[in-house]
């Protein structure tokens, strides 16, 4: 405990520009485009930034926002449904080039709410001054990318086939009415990859913020009100299962884009009463090895393992969550993990250089002790020093040697700073970890030896969705498709492949003949079509 006896500050030692100026009372919903004011209950938001006063520790309350029912969910998914008629709606049948106007437009208001956005990621959800802003800026950047793809796309369809006297021109079009929600440790960023990909192709969404990370939405709902027509986007809050719940059992959401765990991917889908309907995109659990061989440059293996571990406090889905190390280097990775990990500053986000941060979650710190008293029942130790020590809602990271399968670290998803390390002998057993793992997104490799690992990569390949070599796991660049495997994911993602992923081909064909020519000539001639059409987007 000493180590954090003043992690948390007082009142005066918070820095006056990063200080929350009052309150943040999030009372406004938006439905059918408008911004309704909610007077029933309200959820308390708890900052994982602990006050301290005096000896005492306090629970710091910056915000509530609405707990909305099932009538006001039912509400926004009306409002969805009308708004694209069946596909007839004006924003499903409106031009490429007048959607990507809307979005244009709101790329230029959001910008204006940076400072709002990046301060309240930091209070919320503990994350630090440099990465809010990464996760900011990077998502400006995935939107701007998105409309650059999507111009892409449409000057590659903007042409006729022949094939066997059949003229025909492929098109993309909306899928129908979106339910999509994020994750509360990349709020913003992962919950932006499918909302602005499921707006822009078309279709109109529902759209529910995370558990955690809900505040920052504040900013951006009247920036959501004005760029894009009444119904388009609705933005609820709430319980799940009363918000939800209601919503998929309806039958009326034709897609189903959700980043969280894969159990409650599957009672959500559930409840859709006809299944084969409903299109899902999904970013779900992962318990991403490190395979560290013989031959390994330690260094290398080192700097990445550790940033891949311990960035975001562990808290990221494509963080390395467990550490095979092959016991001839062993003993030489663990001292230089655990040298490394004592140079990681922590403390409270706005702090420079800040590394480790409070953890947002109701009970982590209380889940990750019981992991690591279960590690120790069955063999393991806390190798670094101050490992595991707690204070409130900050977790000092805890290193775990030797660790082996009879112990939950090795099987569950920690999304924390607890780094199960498991020695090895045989290539077999870490090829046998990833066959036998129920999760599939990411591995990393590291060695010299390029026979190895060719063979490690053609063993392992139809194991996860990205192989890395000498590098941690990660999402991006985000042109590259982020996939998953098994209970990881379903669906790809990218900023190619999410266009694809809300959308759906459509084929507008005729025989080869004059009279069918003319019409087809007449049609892009007038510009009588939004779909059957010669012009693209510039």
Not at 285 to 305: C, M, Q, R, W
Not at 397 to 402: D, E, I, S
């Amino acid at each position: 405990m000493k180590i954090l006896e003043n992690i948390f500050p007082t009142s005066e030692q918070i820095p006056l520009e990063w200080k929350l100026d009052n309150f943040t009372e999030q009372r406004e919903y938006l439905i059918n485009g408008e911004l309704r004011t909610w007077n029933g209950p309200m959820k308390v938001v708890i900052s994982p930034i602990s006050i301290k006063n005096g000896t005492q520790i306090i629970k710091n309350s910056i915000g509530s926002t609405p707990l909305l029912t099932e009538k006001e969910s039912l509400q926004a998914l009306d409002s969805a449904v009308n708004a694209y008629g069946n596909g007839t709606g004006e924003w499903p049948t409106m031009s490429i080039e007048k959607r990507i106007a809307h979005i244009e437009q709101f790329v230029v208001e959001m910008k204006k709410q940076r400072i709002s956005v990046v301060k309240l990621l930091m209070w919320e959800i503990g994350k630090n001054l440099p990465d809010s802003e990464k996760e900011f800026d990077r998502t400006i950047i995935y939107i701007e990318d998105t409309i650059r793809e999507l111009k892409n796309l449409d000057h590659g369809n903007s042409k006729f086939e022949n094939e066997e006297g059949i003229i025909a021109q492929i098109r993309r079009v909306p899928l129908g009415v979106a339910l999509c929600m994020g994750p509360y440790n990349y709020p913003l960023n992962e919950t932006f990859t499918t909302l602005i990909p499921a707006l822009i192709m078309g279709n109109t969404v529902v759209f529910k913020p995370a558990k955690y990370g809900v505040l920052f939405m504040k900013p951006l709902m009247k920036v959501f009100q004005e760029s894009f027509p009444k119904g388009v986007i609705n933005i609820i809050y709430g319980k799940g299962r009363e918000t939800v719940g209601a919503i998929m059992a309806t039958g009326k959401i034709d897609v189903f884009a959700f980043i969280g765990i894969n159990k409650g991917a599957s009672d959500i889908k559930k409840l859709h009463p006809k299944p084969h309907r409903l299109r899902s995109v999904l970013g779900l659990d992962a318990k991403n090895p490190a395979f560290i061989l013989h031959d390994a440059d330690i260094d290398t293996a080192v700097s990445e393992t550790i940033a891949g571990s311990l960035s975001f406090n562990g808290q990221r889905c494509t963080a390395i969550k467990i550490i095979f190390v092959h016991e001839s280097i062993a003993d030489a990775f663990l001292k230089k993990y655990t040298n490394s990990l004592t140079k990681l500053k922590f403390g409270m986000p706005w702090e420079k250089d800040v590394k480790i941060t409070p953890l947002p979650e109701i009970g982590k710190t209380a889940y990750l002790k019981e992991l690591v008293k279960d590690a120790k029942q069955f063999g393991a130790d806390i190798i670094n020093e101050n490992g595991g020590e707690i204070n409130d809602t900050f977790f000092y990271p805890a290193v775990l040697f030797p660790v082996n399968s009879q112990m939950r670290i090795y099987h569950e998803e920690q999304f924390g700073p607890v780094v199960p390390i498991v020695p090895y002998t045989d290539i077999e057993e870490i090829i046998n970890y990833s066959v036998q793992s129920n999760f599939g997104q990411q591995l990393s490799v590291f060695g010299t030896d390029s026979e190895n690992i060719g063979l490690l990569i053609d063993e392992l390949a139809n194991q996860v969705g990205r192989i890395n070599i000498n590098a941690q796991c990660q999402r991006g660049p985000d042109n590259y498709p982020f996939i998953g495997r098994k209970d990881s994911a379903e669906g790809t993602l990218s900023v190619h492949d999410a266009l694809r992923a809300f959308s759906i081909r459509i084929l507008i064909s005729t025989k080869d003949n004059p009279v069918n020519r003319e019409i087809f000539k007449t049609i892009v001639r007038e510009n009588q079509s939004n779909y059957l059409r010669l012009d693209y987007v510039f």
